[in-house]
């Protein structure tokens, strides 16, 4: 399995990004995805996630900002940011949880909001 997440930069506060993470070598379709992310010095989080049947949950920090969809005709899991804050600096990853015990992560595009 592998995860390509891209669309990581600079941006400036209020601004908007959208990351995109490619999955290859699972059944995409019938799995549920999600985006992490860690910022310096503080534990990974979970930002949004979206099952194969398109229910989607959010962390309280980025819900009405963020909003995670799927395409499963191109096999990528996307996240769209806007108002984007300072604190939404971090390294973001996507995640594919296969089965119990088993998940998979791409390598991390990294967001930095500043001024």
């Known amino acids: 399995v592998q995860l390509q997440a891209s669309g990581g930069g600079l941006v400036q506060p209020g601004g908007s990004l959208r990351l995109s993470c490619a999955a290859s070598?699972?059944?995409?379709?019938?799995?549920?995805m999600a985006w992490y992310r860690q910022a310096p010095g503080k534990q990974r989080e979970l930002v949004a996630g979206?099952?194969?049947?398109?229910?989607?949950n959010y962390a309280g920090s980025v819900k009405g900002r963020f909003t995670i969809s799927r395409d499963n005709r191109k096999n990528t899991v996307y996240l769209q940011m806007n108002s984007l804050k300072p604190e939404d600096t971090a390294v973001y990853y996507c995640?594919?949880?296969?089965?119990?015990?088993?998940?998979?992560w791409g390598q991390g595009t990294l967001v930095t909001v500043s001024s």
């Open positions: 979206i099952t194969s049947t398109y229910s989607k």
């Open positions: 995640n594919a949880p296969v089965r119990a015990g088993v998940e998979y």
């Open positions: 070598g699972l059944i995409f379709s019938i799995n549920g």
